[in-house]
């Protein structure tokens, strides 16, 4: 009788082992078939660095990254944005369009028309960018240049505007992160 019960309880042990294995890979399985956020995939990339080079159109774009992080400490905002030579604005428009239209497809919809977003990055000097506005859920992205004139003074007198550069501004964003705050602590003394 007692040969009996032990070879009942390995086989009940070894059902409640394999259960526990099948629902632990279930578990793995559904986890890793969660698609990965664009925000965090993004600062993933990035978070170790502040200055990025965009290869693209057989030109080097040189590029800030700016991470904003929410309370808890979980990244809401990657904005890389830079100025460029204005012979760099074919290739600037080229990728800004190559970016929307990767957005479409991982199932983004696009606002119609553009937006302002003033923008001041170092403190010096304020840009207002029209950006196209993407949005999936709580996830957006917006991208825009800014052409840069100058006004050259002529012989005779006239300011004539000249297009010497592009200010670009490519962001990833959370909007679902972006307000998330701690709990206040209680003060104890």
């Not at 159109?57 to 100025?83: C, H, L, Q, R």
């Not at 207002?128 to 993407?134: G, K, N, P």
Request: charged share 25%; glycine share 6%; net charge positive.
């Amino acid at each position: 009788m007692y040969g009996h019960q032990t070879a009942f309880m390995k086989k009940i042990s070894f059902v409640i082992i394999l259960s526990v294995l099948l629902c632990n890979l279930a578990w793995a399985q559904k986890k890793s078939a969660e698609p990965e956020l664009d925000i965090d995939r993004v600062y993933n990339l990035y978070k170790d660095t502040s200055d990025i080079v965009i290869k693209t159109g057989g030109k080097e774009i040189k590029a800030k990254i700016k991470i904003t992080m929410n309370a808890f400490d979980k990244p809401y905002s990657v904005i890389a944005y830079g100025e460029a030579d204005a012979d760099a604005d074919e290739v600037l428009q080229k990728l800004k369009t190559e970016l929307g239209v990767t957005k479409l497809q991982a199932g983004y919809k696009q606002s119609p028309g553009t937006f302002p977003v003033v923008f001041n990055p170092t403190g010096s000097y304020e840009h207002t960018v029209q950006i196209s506005y993407f949005q999936k859920g709580t996830q957006s992205a917006k991208y825009g240049i800014q052409k840069i004139m100058y006004n050259d003074q002529e012989a005779n007198g006239q300011k004539v505007a000249r297009h010497v550069s592009d200010f670009f501004y490519f962001e990833v964003c959370d909007e679902g992160r972006r307000n998330a705050a701690k709990a206040e602590e209680k003060f104890v003394f």
